[in-house]
């Protein structure tokens, strides 16, 4: 209980920073810096190297994100054909849909739900997974419907410049090797500020207004319908009902599924000039909504284990 009232109390203060100017307009971009640059790879080298590794705990977790992306593609080109969504349109909700806030929102809740061990899952659907798939797919798509191209040196440039990414290249090898308590103490330490910093920062960046939600209220339920019900709806059939995988991994990873749209989806959109106002829509009313949804979804799950 008390992980989830840090998790409301940190978002609230974020709100609370921006509405009265607490702190300078580009606070949340430090904040961001700081757990990309120190708070996930501490939590990635420390989780990685505790995680009990096998075929199902590598590849249900890794899997899934690129599943969904491929479905989402897919949806969103067929509904954006079907009702006549404006190019740019039908490409904010193929990344925006289909790519889920899997660290910062995603092991906030994860911890929350089942503690500080679940992140390892996290951190394998959120490196090799989501984040892989922005800087590659997410990248090629943006540029696809904002009728451009990208090179490829461009997208493995900012994959391998990524720290998280780094350091789960570097977890795996290290695994290897007996660290002493000691080392893991300063990990979990700095690993520890991940959940404060980036919800907090969250709460800073969201903003929209009644007029924005009017406009845009049918793609928006296109999108949100889609990440926040259909996406873990299907992966539960897929790895519950047709191959049988009842196991914690599972689990956390159906979870997952359910987290709201990626902040970085947005970014990309704003970057490759999509629908900018329907980005940052599906982002600031996806982010709250899926607080209640990812874990009415965990307790629908926890019936079936």
């Known amino acids: 209980m008390a992980n989830f009232i840090l998790i409301f109390v940190c978002f609230l203060l ?9 702190f300078p307009p580009n606070a949340p971009l430090a904040l961001n810096r700081f757990v990309i640059y120190v708070s996930l790879p501490a939590l990635t080298l420390a989780q990685i190297h505790r995680l009990d590794l096998n075929s199902s705990s590598l590849l249900i977790p890794v ?34 849909g289909s790519l889920g806030n899997t660290s910062f929102v995603g092991f906030p809740l994860l911890e929350a739900l089942y503690g500080a061990g679940a992140i390892a899952v996290g951190i394998l659907v959120d490196q090799p997974g989501s984040f ?21 040196k461009y997208i493995l440039k900012k994959i391998f410049a990524f720290p998280p990414f780094l350091s789960l290249l ?12 000691e080392a893991f103490q300063v990990l979990d330490r700095l690993g520890g500020t991940l959940v404060p910093l980036s919800l907090v920062s969250v ?15 049918k793609n928006l339920c296109w999108g949100l319908g889609y990440k926040l019900f259909l996406v873990p709806l299907i992966c539960t059939v897929i790895y519950l009902g047709i191959f049988k995988q009842f196991n914690q ?14 902040i970085t989806s947005g970014i990309i959109a704003a970057e490759y000039d ?6 940052n829509l599906m982002i600031g009313l996806g982010i709250p909504i899926s607080l209640a ?3 009415a979804w965990a307790w629908v799950l926890g019936h079936w284990f």
């Not at 897919?74 to 954006?80: D, N, P």
């Open 14 to 22: 974020g709100i609370f920073f921006r509405r009265y100017k607490f």
């Open 132 to 152: 892989l798939i922005a800087g590659t797919l997410g990248v090629a798509t943006a540029a696809y419907y904002a009728g451009g191209s990208v090179h490829p």
């Open 249 to 262: 991994t599972t689990l956390i990873t159906l979870v997952e599924a359910a987290m709201a749209p990626m």
């Open 63 to 96: 899997s899934m994100p690129w599943l969904t992306y491929i479905m989402g593609f897919g949806f969103f080109y067929l509904v954006g054909k079907k009702t006549q969504m404006p190019k740019k349109t039908i490409g904010t909700l193929s990344l925006t």
């Open 170 to 181: 570097v977890a795996f090898p290290l695994r290897a090797i007996e660290l002493p308590p």
């Open 203 to 217: 709460g800073m960046q969201l903003h929209f207004h009644p007029e924005m939600i009017k406009a845009n209220f």
């Open 293 to 295: 949804t990812a874990p």
């Open 274 to 279: 999509l629908d900018v106002e329907l980005a």
